[in-house]
């Protein structure tokens, strides 16, 4: 028994399936875009430490792609910092002990216990920053510090609010700056100090521009 073919309208022609390369070329368009990381400015690598300091064996954080890193201007904006904070320590506890009505016996004592620590990070303050870094990724910006204690955190560009550059009058005076990023989620938000100020207007520029094109779905 032969089958009728089924009428086709006048003028016409039968719809033929489509080819495995159109399948495939239909897929690739429906398919998201694959994003590629932004390109870096020179000014983010100009006047900062050479490498980044990592912990190595189990207990290294290891990531495909080019670490920056801060100005050593920084140790030195955090160290005059800690000494003006001494001597302030110091002042504090010669007139707890010698111009109070009653003096306080304890002030050296308690004086001397911040003292050793302040001390101790200064000791440690030049290994700290050798070890902060950023990396611009496809979708997102990494934050890393910390050598015992690592840090390491992921900031989608999608999800940045604000950023926001900040310096004190140390940091003025040393050509440095601290840029903040702000999420709508409060724990993600990152700030990377001892930024040379080019570095830093240079990275802010580059999270704006990317942040746009990716709420845009470019």
């Known amino acids: 028994m032969t089958i009728p073919e089924p009428p086709q309208t006048p003028g016409t022609d039968p719809v033929a399936p489509p080819t495995r390369a159109q399948a495939r070329a239909r897929s690739a368009s429906n398919a998201p875009a694959v994003h590629s990381a932004p390109s870096s400015a020179p000014a983010l690598d100009e006047g900062t430490y050479p490498a980044l300091r990592t912990p190595t ?3 290294a954080l290891a990531l495909d792609g080019s670490w920056h890193q801060i100005s050593p201007k920084y140790v030195i904006a955090e160290v005059l910092l800690r000494l003006i904070l001494l001597v302030v320590i110091a002042v504090g506890a010669y007139a707890a002990t010698t111009l109070l009505a009653q003096p306080w016996p ?14 101790v ?24 510090r910390g050598i015992l204690w690592q840090r390491m955190i992921a900031v989608p560009y999608g999800r940045m609010q604000l950023v926001d550059i900040t310096r004190g009058p140390v940091d003025r005076a040393f050509g440095i700056a601290k840029l903040k990023l702000v999420t709508a989620a409060a724990t993600t938000g990152v700030e990377i100090p ?6 830093a ?18």
């Not at 001892?194 to 570095?199: F, N, Q, V």
């Not at 802010?204 to 779905?217: K, N, P, S, Y």
């Open 57 to 59: 064996g189990r207990g």
């Open 106 to 119: 304890w002030a050296w004592t308690v004086a001397g216990v911040i003292a050793v620590w302040v001390v």
């Open 121 to 144: 990070e200064l000791v440690i303050l030049p290994r700290q920053a050798r070890a902060i870094g950023y990396m611009l990724r496809a979708d997102d910006i990494v934050f890393r």
């Open 194 to 199: 001892g930024m040379t100020e080019d570095a």
């Open 201 to 218: 207007e240079a990275l802010r520029d580059t999270l704006i521009d990317v942040a746009e094109m990716r709420r845009t779905g470019l």
